[in-house]
Each structure stands twice: as C-alpha cells, then as structure tokens.
C-alpha cells in the first residue's frame, strides 16, 4: 500500500494518460481555451493538466471525454494500449 502513496502526477502511467487527452483534443480539432469553455472552466485548467501539474479524477476523464465526444471506454482501451505500449502494464 505504501508504493500507492508516493505515486504522483508525475509518474510514467500518469504522463501516458495526460498524452491521451492531448491527443484527443487535438484530433476533436479543440484548442485548451475552447476546451474549457465547454468545460465552464478556465484555460489553465486545461493546461494545468495537459502539463501534469493538476492530476484529474475519473469523473473529470469523463466529462472531458464527453465534450471531445470520445467515448469513455474507447478511451480507457487507448490508454491501456499506450500503457502496454511503454511496459507499463
């Protein structure tokens, strides 16, 4: 239990799924400001995230996921591919 606690934004797995959503957003053709718009949130809430200096929980994945129209288990199979990808599975 102890190794779940020094895991932080920072970490390899937490850096694969901050280089999905990126991906994600660029490929929805959105930038960070218009992101957040539909987020009701600032542009550094974006951007705070896409640097790995917020960390996100499971319901902000998916309300991210939602506004890229990306579905969230479609999601969840491109991070564990990129996970795999970087032996991290």
């Known amino acids: ?3 779940l ?3 932080t934004i920072h970490d ?9 959503l990126r991906r994600a957003r660029q490929e929805a053709n959105i930038t960070q400001v218009e992101l957040a718009n539909q987020l009701g949130a600032d542009q ?3 951007s705070k995230y896409e640097r790995s200096e917020r960390r996100l929980d ?10 890229l129209k990306v579905d969230l288990l ?3 199979t491109t991070f564990e ?9």
């Open 58 to 67: 499971i319901i902000e994945v998916r309300t991210i996921c939602r506004v």
């Open 12 to 20: 390899d797995a937490y850096q694969v799924l901050v280089e999905c």
């Open 1 to 3: 239990m102890s190794a």
């Open 5 to 7: 606690r020094h895991k």
């Open 44 to 46: 550094s809430y974006v």
């Open 74 to 76: 479609d999601f969840v």
């Open 81 to 89: 591919k990129g996970l795999k990808k970087r032996g991290l599975a």
